[in-house]
């Protein structure tokens, strides 16, 4: 193969290559991000230019140290695999993907079930080019080589332009100039809505911008003493339920019409009914946990992607979270699951907030290979249930609270002739039968145990819903409104029933935050600060249909500061800590 020496030859070799990488970008842009080409004002060339910027980063900081072909091959064959993995996370749960999912290994391994033969093959392929890029490159890349301090110059030059929605974010006169520059040319971040923003922005600016993920400020003086009179205020002693269990039902889900018949077995129980509304959909579990157990949005300003993921390493050591207040009184908290005890970082965040013990499958005696189950690859909720009452048997007549979190009817779920129906009554039906298994074991024991089941999310049946109009094609797409995408069915048993009824009565459709702050108030009385906030100012009383995105401003910056990190975290601090995982 002939070297290009000369200047021209060079120049050719140059623009192809870049000519490459924008054509690259454009397809993966319009068959795989669903960007948003057009505005009101025309085409949006601004913000697509913006997009192509970490792009261009990525192939001038190979540039440095190999030649065009390799570099721009490899630039966009990881786009295509980032993107194929985007449109497969959004059309799966309606998540984006974002830079957490790429730096955790453990979200890789769950991304193994939703694969099919295809994205193999493309594996293949996009393998196949990196290595041809390779050898080409080393056999012409020599007379490229006195060009690597331009690019590594241009690299430098380009960077701002990579975290430019980070900047835009600030409060200060600049960056609202530039933010008004920029919304005039129908160019803006949507956050906290990432699918809305990888449409508007691309998806490797989004990848950039949550690779820096948002942090509350440090609180001052005046948020701290207003914090610390909510420590200190008095709360309710009386009645409060002495053995406390929350079940997180994994995709358990009913409208009432549809799988209504498989949850029957609960009402033959005892257990009433009422709806509340979750945090996520498909996925991100560990978020509808964060609410159910702190008290506070997760869907908000303050916070990116999932929470015990991105922040669990850099959190206080011990977060205002019911276990850690209830350990205060006396009562002893454990947390089980039937999955990897590493997953979304909950061998970090568990402790932290206040569980004196948290069992992962790791820890479950009755051990079990996961490849090959009738489920897809999920554990058994037996394991789960037979641990918790190895667990109930230790902690005698002292008070408790038990979380647990299964996972067997976690998807996919095939979809076949029906779009999935049969493959999730499977297992629903399944995970019913043993979860009221366990319910009849510990009733003997505690038969005025406070019980608390909730669906974390719907599950992705996103084809059937359409089909059955219970979820539009325009509000699965939009994400707007909320409600009806986080509405999932909440079950409780308690032995004070007029309590049961009022607390239907004030928490029948509210978000998770809300709701247990409505349980907190008639069973618990924790005394969590973000629990006080809110029914100081009345938050989840004046919660209205629909009105779900005023959470994401109405709980104040300071108490995510002071709840979660003590007062205030840096940058530095939080990635340094996610890293060394401690």
């Not at 230790?394 to 999935?420: C, I, Q, R, W």
């Not at 325009?474 to 986080?486: E, K, T």
């Not at 989840?540 to 975290?569: T, V």
Request: hydrophobic share 40%; net charge positive; charged share 20%.
């Amino acid at each position: 193969m002939k070297l290009p020496t000369t200047r021209r030859a060079k120049f050719l070799w140059e623009t192809f290559s870049l000519f490459f990488l924008f054509q690259g970008h454009l397809l993966a842009l319009k068959y795989f991000q669903n960007f948003d080409f057009y505005g009101e004002t025309g085409i949006r060339w601004l913000a697509f230019l913006i997009s192509a910027c970490p792009l261009l980063l990525c192939n001038f900081i190979l540039r440095t140290f190999s030649g065009p072909v390799f570099a721009v091959c490899l630039t966009v064959c990881l786009e295509m695999l980032l993107s194929v993995a985007h449109k497969l996370k959004v059309t799966t749960i309606h998540e984006a993907l974002y830079w957490g999912d790429i730096v955790h290994s453990k979200n890789i391994e769950l991304v193994i079930n939703y694969l099919k033969p295809e994205h193999y093959w493309m594996l293949l392929g996009v393998l196949i080019v990196i290595i041809v890029s390779f050898v080409i490159d080393r056999k012409i890349s020599k007379p490229f080589s006195k060009m690597r301090p331009l690019y590594l110059g241009l690299s430098l030059i380009i960077l701002p332009l990579v975290f430019i929605y980070h900047f835009i974010e600030a409060e200060n006169p600049a960056a609202n100039r530039l933010k008004n520059y920029f919304m005039k040319r129908d160019v803006r971040f949507f956050a906290p809505d990432w699918v809305r923003s990888s449409q508007a922005v691309g998806l490797p600016s989004l990848l950039a911008h949550t690779s820096l993920i948002k942090i509350p400020k440090p609180a001052n003086q005046r948020e701290r003493k207003l914090f610390h009179e909510l420590e200190n205020s008095d709360i309710q002693s009386a009645n409060r339920a002495q053995q406390i269990i929350f079940v997180l039902c994994e995709s358990c889900w009913h409208d009432g019409k549809n799988f209504s018949d498989s949850f029957q077995p609960l009402r033959e129980r005892g257990f009433s009914e009422f709806r509340a509304i979750s945090p996520v959909y498909g996925g991100s579990t560990a978020n509808a946990s964060f609410e159910v157990l702190t008290g506070l949005p997760s869907r908000t300003k303050y916070l990116d992607g999932v929470i015990y993921q991105e922040y669990g390493p850099g959190m206080s050591s011990k977060v205002h979270a019911i276990p850690n207040h209830l350990k205060k009184i006396g009562y002893k908290s454990t947390a089980i699951h039937n999955f990897d005890k590493y997953f979304w970082h909950r061998h970090i965040v568990n402790p932290k907030f206040g569980f004196d013990k948290f069992v992962g499958l790791q820890d479950i005696k009755q051990q079990v290979h996961t490849s090959g189950l009738p489920s897809g690859g999920w554990p058994p909720d037996s394991l789960l249930y037979s641990t918790a009452l190895e667990n109930l048997e230790e902690l005698k007549d002292a008070p408790f609270f038990l979380y647990l979190t299964t996972v067997y009817s976690h998807g996919p779920y095939p979809l076949g002739n029906d779009l999935g129906e049969s493959s999730y009554r499977a297992k629903l039906n399944t995970a019913m039968s043993e979860l009221t298994s366990f319910i009849d074991q510990v009733s003997k024991k505690y038969p005025d145990a406070l019980i608390l089941i909730f669906g974390d999310h719907k599950p992705a049946l996103n084809e059937l819903f359409k089909a059955k109009g219970i979820l539009s094609a325009q509000v699965l797409d939009s994400r707007v409104p909320w409600d009806p995408i986080g509405d999932v069915p909440v079950f409780i048993r308690a032995r004070e029933k007029d309590k049961v009824q009022r607390l239907i009565n004030t928490a029948s459709g509210l978000p998770f935050f809300c709701m247990f702050e409505a349980v907190d108030r008639e069973f618990i009385n924790s005394g969590i600060p973000a629990l006080k906030y809110s029914r100081q100012n009345k938050l989840c009383e004046d919660y209205a249909k629909n009105s779900y995105p005023y959470y994401q401003k109405a709980y104040p910056e300071w108490l995510y500061s002071l709840s979660l990190f003590d007062g205030g975290r840096d940058q530095f601090t939080l990635r340094l800590h996610s890293l060394l995982d401690f």
